[in-house]
């Protein structure tokens, strides 16, 4: 798996480090810790789910989606280690390289990331000091093996080494833009930070949908704004219960419709909201026309005669 697909994306292999003692954590298992509902690890490989191949180096824990699973010799032997471990079973020309302590990495990053410009041989995303972040990074397959390999030749071995001596010959590019992305939990003060920004209100919904689409395996852009609009129209032109029945149902025609995807919400969701509004239109005051409203309250006998007439319409 090499180059790019074919609609002009980098095609590249993940490797997540998912060992380490999190002495700062109290010992705690830094990837299964929860933020927005999701454990740390899974948020993390929701970010890189374009990957060819995931590879984590760490004991065995539920994942969302399927991985690799290696150890690094001795297990807890540092970045380095993990990541030689890691790198035997990357076949792309370009890896990515993560900690899983990443709440907010996005796609987004990620995409920039493996799109490092040609001359450079990685790319590693900067955080809010401005510092680079070599656990948030893309890197060149082949380089970053040689780098280890002479470091091993070095060294005789590579646990315990620090990160500083197996990238300082690679020639980097930094990427700006996505501070919030290189956010990582390794205090519980920065884990309660995480957890108190997910619920901010200028992005908990959004969050709150991620977080439902990955727990029921829904691969799917949902129009957000549209839906929330369908639900006001539904609670208040007919009835407040019928906002989340509504939007289940919207949901319910769309998964019928097998494999037209966010074309079918859509299609779901124009239906009842014009229903909504027609529901709606009922309700207003009728014109003497007979537009703009119902025809009028039901006359005796349970006739749709307007106010004032008879069964028939007819004047009283």
Known sequence: MTGEDEGGRVTYDAVVLAGGG???LGGADKPSLRVG??????????????????????????????????????????????????????????????SADLPFLTPDAVRELVAMPPECEGQQLLDAQGREQPLVAAYRTEPLRRELGLLYAEHGGLSGLPLRLLLGELRLSRLP???????DCDTWDTVGAARARIREH?????????????ELGIDLDVDTAALLDLARDAAHGVARPAAPLTTFLVGYAAGRAAGEGREAVAEATRKATALAVRW?????????????????????????GAAGQGPTGEPR
């Open 22 to 24: 999190a002495r700062r």
């Open 37 to 98: 509902g999701r454990s740390l690890l899974d948020r993390v490989l929701g970010a890189c789910g374009a990957a060819g191949r995931t590879v984590v180096v760490g004991p065995r824990r539920p994942t969302v989606r399927p991985v690799h699973w290696v150890r690094e010799d001795p297990p807890g032997g540092g970045p380095v280690a993990g990541l030689a471990a890691g790198m035997r079973h990357v076949v792309a020309d370009t890896v990515l390289v993560l």
């Open 177 to 183: 833009g996505h501070v919030e992305a290189a956010f």
């Open 202 to 214: 200028d992005r908990v919904l959004a969050e709150w949908i991620e977080t439902v689409k990955a």
């Open 280 to 304: 709606a239109e009922e309700s207003a005051p009728a014109t003497p026309d007979g537009t703009g409203g119902p025809a009028g309250p039901a006359g005796p006998g349970g006739s749709p």
